[in-house]
Nanobody, 127 residues
Framework: QVQLVESGGGSVQAGGSLRLSCAAS????????MAWFRQSPVKEREGVAA???????KYADSVKGRFTISQDNAENTLYLQMNSLKPEDTAMYYC?????????????????????WGQGTQVTVSS
């Protein structure tokens, strides 16, 4: 059974940083495409960052240059380093796994293709 557990969220002032983690069981990150999504009460779910099986990455325009997705295959943990945070980054952040991903697939932010999701971790950025 696949389980994804996020951690690392919290409250921070604008300009600050946070690092989110997603620990997995039942799945090996090197055999899946992974991504971070976020959702707030005032916005639809948005893809933030994705990484494929060979480590290529993709970012939403809104976070390019500020966020970095990475994974530690030995620890089976996915990370999202978030720098220069803005109030509009406030949201619940979810990690997701696409186990149908093949080794030649590009990283993607199509939520319908992700078949496992974590419970989320809240990020709040104050101005």
């Amino acid at each position: 059974q696949v389980q994804l557990v996020e951690s690392g969220g919290g409250s921070v002032q604008a300009g600050g940083s946070l690092r989110l983690s997603c620990a997995a069981s039942g799945v090996t990150y090197s055999t899946a495409c992974m991504a971070w999504f976020r959702q707030s009460p005032v916005k639809e779910r948005e893809g933030v960052a994705a990484i494929n099986r060979v480590g290529s990455t993709k970012y939403a325009d809104s976070v390019k240059g500020r966020f970095t997705i990475s994974q530690d295959n030995a620890e089976n943990t996915l990370y999202l380093q978030m720098n220069s945070l803005k109030p509009e980054d406030t949201a619940m952040y979810y990690c997701a796994a696409d186990l149908t991903c093949r080794s030649w697939y590009d990283p993607h932010l199509q939520s319908v293709r992700y078949n496992y999701w974590g419970q989320g971790t809240q990020v709040t950025v104050s101005s």
